[in-house]
């Protein structure tokens, strides 16, 4: 009788373990859904009237078309990605096979994610995300420009160091948790800062300088404004929940509007 009890014990224990485990894992998951919002991947990893984050969605550089990827834990997807291949991929820019990445990628901004929240991503992408079988389209841009040598020398010139954001000292826990948001995650910076003649952007963080989100040149023909308050044709208030209800064209402003 007194093995019974102990055996039952042990395996409640380990029934009890094996729960907090999961709900863990769940809390993991929900976790990376509100960072996946965040960093609005919906948005340019869905094609218009596809399945979510299967990729697709064709997207104009300056010298031809791109597609984006799928990124659901399927086969044709991230399926066999490890965490490493994929912080490999989101924050440094650089795809499983080894070749760089093109910025359409906001790799230079998700470089400030921090590493938890990438173990959170990783967990939503590879269990909260509907498998999708769908494999990626090659890009349009024809040989010799579709080498993607060029674009590793790009990464190597202008993208960051991966490292988490470092709050200011003595900052408020709330600016910072925005700045955090906003030059990580949130990538604003990747439209609403202007870039050089090599395309990096001017600045990546509120201390680089003010150009930082200081306005973009034209953007399939729109323009992301200064979203700095001491800029004179800085943010409306209340005007970003207009700017979706009026149709615009472009694919990055429609993938925008759609994950809005
Ligand atoms: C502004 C558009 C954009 C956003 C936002 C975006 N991506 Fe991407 N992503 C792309 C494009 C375009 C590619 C393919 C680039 C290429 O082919 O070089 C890509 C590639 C990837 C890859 C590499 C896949 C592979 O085949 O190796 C991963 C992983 C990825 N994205 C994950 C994410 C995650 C996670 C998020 C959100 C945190 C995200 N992306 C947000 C545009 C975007
Ligand atoms: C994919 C490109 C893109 C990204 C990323 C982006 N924006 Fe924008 N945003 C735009 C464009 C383009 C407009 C202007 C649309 C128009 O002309 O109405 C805009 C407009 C705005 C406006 C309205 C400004 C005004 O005065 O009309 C606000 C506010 C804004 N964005 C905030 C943000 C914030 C905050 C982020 C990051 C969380 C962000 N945006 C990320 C492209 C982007």
Redesign the pocket.
């Known amino acids: 009788m007194k093995t019974l009890v102990i055996a039952t014990f042990a395996a409640s224990l380990a029934w009890l373990s094996s729960c907090s485990v999961s709900a863990a894992e769940a809390e993991l998951v929900k976790q990376g859904e509100y960072l ?1 919002r965040a ?3 919906v ?3 869905t094609a218009k009237g596809g399945k979510p984050f299967a990729g697709g969605l064709p ?1 104009e550089t300056p010298i031809g078309v ?1 597609y ?2 799928n ?1 659901t834990p399927d086969k044709t997807g ?1 399926g066999d ?1 490890s965490f490493e291949d ?1 912080d490999k ?2 924050r440094h820019g650089v ?2 096979n080894g070749s760089t ?2 910025p ?3 790799y230079p901004s ?1 470089a400030r994610v921090s590493d938890s929240d990438m173990q959170a ?1 990783y967990a939503y ?1 590879m269990k909260g995300v509907e498998p999708v079988p769908q494999e ?1 389209k090659d ?1 349009d841009i024809p040989w010799p420009l579709s080498m993607r040598w060029p674009l590793a020398a790009w990464r190597w010139m202008f993208a960051p160091e991966v490292a988490d954001y470092q709050a200011p000292a003595n900052a408020d826990p709330v600016i910072s948790r925005g700045a955090y948001l906003v030059e990580g ?1 949130g ?1 604003c910076g ?1 439209c609403h800062t202007p870039r050089a003649l090599t395309m990096q952007e001017k600045a990546l963080s509120a201390a680089d300088g003010n150009a930082f989100l200081s306005g973009s040149a034209p953007l399939e023909g729109w323009i992301a404004k200064s979203l700095r308050g001491d800029h004179k044709d800085a943010l409306a208030v209340g005007a970003r929940s207009n700017w979706c209800s009026s149709s615009r064209p472009g694919a ?1 402003i429609a993938a925008r509007c759609l994950a809005a």
């Open positions: 996946a960093g609005d991947c948005a340019c990893h997207m791109i984006s990827t990124i991230l990605y994929f991929a989101v795809a499983k990445l093109y359409a990628m906001p998700y991503l992408f990626n890009s995650l990538h990747a990055v």
